[in-house]
């Protein structure tokens, strides 16, 4: 809503953030990612008009536990030790949602937290693969340029 895009606007002329870091994966099932992300769009386009500090602002997007971007898309790729990835675990279990079975598992059935910790092991192999220095997990963005 229109009071939605308020507060965001507010936080962000609060926070004037250098990277702003929103979820990408826009097939989610329940369709909350695609639109915070349009919220934090929308938010940082009206604040480009008017305030100087946003033009240095980066959008980033992540991915969930779904679906990781193709390794070429990839333009910023942050490596993760086995206790960093614990710590991420634990984050994740802040969210009362992500805690058991996802809601809209598909056919997947392994728990939010396992989805995304794979992810992210499958993307650090990748890299490995590709001959580069080998890592636990690796967490992947991809800059949104609005």
């Not at 939605?4 to 702003?20: F, W």
């Not at 009206?46 to 193709?70: P, Q, S």
């Amino acid at each position: 809503s229109e009071e939605d895009i308020r507060l965001t606007v507010g936080l962000l002329q609060e926070v004037k953030p250098h990277q702003v870091f929103a979820a990408g994966d826009f097939d989610d099932p329940h369709g909350t990612h695609k639109r915070c992300f349009d919220l934090v769009l929308t938010a940082l386009r009206r604040l480009r008009k008017t305030e100087k500090w946003v033009r240095d602002c980066w959008l980033w997007m992540y991915r969930g536990a779904w679906h990781e971007f193709e390794t070429h898309e990839i333009q910023m790729a942050v490596p993760l030790s086995p206790q960093e990835v614990e710590k991420k675990r634990f984050a994740i279990f802040k969210h009362q949602s992500q805690k058991d079975r996802p809601v809209f598992p598909g056919d997947d059935a392994r728990e939010f937290w396992v989805r995304a910790e794979d992810r992210t092991r499958e993307t650090a192999k990748a890299y490995d693969k590709l001959g580069l220095a080998e890592y636990e997990a690796v967490e992947a963005f991809v800059r949104y340029i609005y």
